[in-house]
DNA sequence: GCCTGGCACTCTCCGCGCGTGAGTGCCAGC
DNA sequence: GCTGGCACTCACGCGCGGAGAGTGCCAGGC
């Protein structure tokens, strides 16, 4: 983060912006270095490749260009991309065509996990990236209700109910024996009693319920209780939910072309944990987060990028959802199309819950 | 498949024989191809690299080995790989404490869509190959319930628990209102009426109920037909489920190593259509299935080998369960693993069922 | 008749050297 | 301050040749 804001836009004169901005306009294209002489043939510049190589050298003194060996062309650094994003890129707006498509996509399911799985693979063929869609932990958020349905004599699931429209089905094995009837209305008291305190809570409250008199004498009230406790306790499975879709995308990217780096991304890719503690992170800020390289610990082994943002509704921030792909990508059509699609769902889940409730 | 029984045991005197599976194990083992000399090498043979040659000269005019290019070794071809599996090889029997991981593994989960994924993840760890597993359409099960659960107003959660313990959720969204009560009524209704029937006969059924007079008057009724309806009607995103779990482990194995393969293998394993056709007519099959290469269309094209067997309950069988790999790969270790993992899984389902019933 | 050692042959793999081309830095001149 | 010129540096591709592994075939021995 140290070198997000490092370089004001006033830091370069024009004319290095511009080449600056060329060059990773180019690069991004191309995936190769560039050279002077490339830059000069672009016609943008009424300079010989010369003068442009003094240019590149002083971008270079200040860190945003560097090159992969002598004798070759220059590529952007990670604060060269970062300058480039902050100043001087010009975001291409989405087309209606891709609006619709992800409008559609997203209004299409109605469950929440395939509604966040379809926006995941939907983000990794738009943009030919990986997709990334993240949920943290539903303990922190309220329920709307509580069912129990019997399954067996000892056996029954719960269906959780978020306010934001998470449904969370759990199977409790149970000592007491429960018949429909007893379950019909332990499901109502206590979607009734709880609805709106979130699983935290509920379980808090349970607990000091335990304690109560009344709960010694109701036969009911004390299968009521353990069947709540062992619906609440416990839900880590459902912690967070990291879908990562399309990893083949990068099957197709030059920079993994060897089968060495190949193997590095997808194991990479493989380790959610890390990821998760990513975009847990970012989860605090508000509007789309880009990281570049160095920018954070994950991204800075893998030479990734991330653009990301958070979705959910207004009343609490659900997850994140995003992209990952090599620090060479199309940020022009990516933080717009991340932006679009985040707030899509997000509008999407704020529909459900006003629906719902 | 035409080749599965071609070469007959007798078909080979027993020194080719003896020949055929030290070529084979080693190369399992080593994957490179086998000469003449490692051959004489290993000590099993009292005989001269020349007459190990003669051997092998035989072998590759009956089909059963084959050389890369002249003058390279000599590896196993998908008949040689045949041959190996039905004559010659000895099953490795699984160790106690891989037995106990598996008894473990599978044991733990209680939901059925949990065990599955397990399952995968196991083999595929077990094996170091690519687990799937296969689960086809809900379909032609029989259900043991079907309860209903208020979301939102026009929104109605559908638990469906098939016999087999298989739990399908799906959201509906309604024209009438229901209120908790009738939902209850309903689901109390449903089940009753409709326990051990599958969902295809519950269509026919209420379809047919749609019909009768009764049906006219009885408001609730009416709800309880379209809900029904509703909720049979169109299960197609359960139609069927197939995981492929542990894909990157083929990025360990040497005959991927170069990045055009892994490329075409990782598509390949992206393309689930084509395996759930396979996994599907294996499906009515009894017994441990082993695919070679050019035994069907889809391991033909890559070079794999499949080794899967049935899962399910006596009453019904419920899906696939297997590895897939290079046709390099120990056989007689996968061929026990696969087996007892499926027979493992059989029984928590059969469990599950009386338990549950 | 079967096994064996020997021999010539083939083919892959690896390292080497070289030329080419792209690109650079620096310098002198306009 | 821009430009052309020049020498220098690398990466890349190519051809070559030797080493090594393996083969097929043949003639001789038990």
């Known amino acids: 983060m140290a070198l997000k804001h490092d370089l004001h836009e006033s830091d370069l004169d024009p004319r290095a912006r511009e080449v600056l901005r060329e060059i990773v306009l180019q690069h991004i294209d191309s995936g190769e270095p560039i050279g002077s002489r490339t830059l000069a043939k672009c016609g943008k510049f009424q300079l010989s490749p010369a003068s442009l190589r003094n240019v590149m050298a002083d971008l270079e003194d200040q860190g945003l260009l560097q090159q992969p060996h002598t004798s070759a062309g220059r ?180 920079e993994f072309s060897d089968a060495a780096s190949l193997r590095k991304t997808f194991l990479a890719l493989q380790e959610k944990e890390k990821l998760v503690d990513i975009l847990e992170t970012c989860l605090s800020e508000e509007g789309l987060q880009i990281l570049i390289g160095s920018e954070s610990d994950f991204t800075q082994v893998h030479n990734f990028s991330i653009v990301a943002r958070r979705y959910g509704s207004t009343s609490a921030p659900l997850g994140m959802v995003g992209i990952i792909g090599p620090m060479r990508m199309e940020y022009a059509r990516m933080a717009p199309l991340v932006d679009y699609l985040s707030r899509a769902l997000s509008r999407k889940i704020e529909e459900e819950e006003e629906h719902g409730s």
Chains 1, 2 share one sequence.
Do not use: W
Not at 148 to 161: A, E, M, N, R, S
Not at 201 to 211: P, Q
């Open 75 to 254: 590529i952007p650094t990670d604060r060269g991309y970062r300058f480039f994003i902050n100043h001087l890129m010009t975001s291409r707006a989405l087309s209606l065509r891709e609006r619709e498509t992800i409008e559609k996509e997203v209004g299409a399911a109605s469950e929440i996990d395939h509604v966040l799985h379809q926006a995941g693979s939907l983000l990794s063929k738009m943009s030919d990236q990986v997709g990334v869609v993240f949920m943290p932990t539903l303990l922190q958020f309220a329920i709307r209700s509580m069912d129990f349905i019997l399954i067996g004599d000892t056996k029954i699931q719960c269906v959780i109910v978020g306010v934001n429209g998470v449904v969370v089905n759990k199977i409790i094995d149970t000592r007491f024996v429960f018949t429909r009837d007893e379950l019909e209305k332990i499901s109502r008291f206590i979607t009734i009693e709880f609805a709106g305190s979130t699983l935290e809570m509920i379980r808090r409250r349970l607990i000091r319920m335990t304690e109560q008199e009344r709960a010694y004498h109701d036969q009911l009230m004390q299968k009521t209780i353990s069947l709540g406790i062992e619906a609440v306790n416990d839900v880590a499975p459902f912690e967070h939910e990291l879908y990562v879709e399309g990893a083949a995308s990068i099957l197709n990217k030059p």
